[in-house]
């Protein structure tokens, strides 16, 4: 699965209950073969994907998704995916809300 098409998908995959009472909007900003520009809204419980950048982020990650699709499977750790200038995220304290979404944490 490409990680555009992934994050297109998350909605479903998510647990409803660690949405409760979460607030958010990440702007994920995709390069290469796979990528693409994609919003994820965290609003009232509900989860959306949406194509193209919706509403203000409060946090951005920038990417090759061929990078993002290796720490979603577990082939690249986040952490050092971030020390190395692969990912770049604009709020990390933001990104740990999305970290323990995906279980990461």
Do not use: R, Y
Request: with cysteine; net charge neutral.
């Amino acid at each position: 699965m490409e990680t555009f098409d992934f994050l297109m998908n998350l909605p479903n995959k998510v647990n409803a209950l660690a949405l409760e009472g979460m607030n958010t909007c990440f702007h994920f900003d995709l390069e290469g073969e796979g990528g693409g520009q994609v919003s994820v809204i965290v609003e009232n419980g509900h989860m959306l994907s949406k194509e193209g950048f919706i509403g203000t982020a409060n946090c951005v990650i920038k990417a090759q998704a061929s990078d993002l699709k290796k720490v979603f499977k577990g082939e690249l750790n986040p952490m050092m995916a971030i020390l190395t200038g692969k990912l770049k995220i604009s709020n990390q304290t933001e990104m740990l809300k999305f970290a323990k979404l995906l279980g990461w944490m």
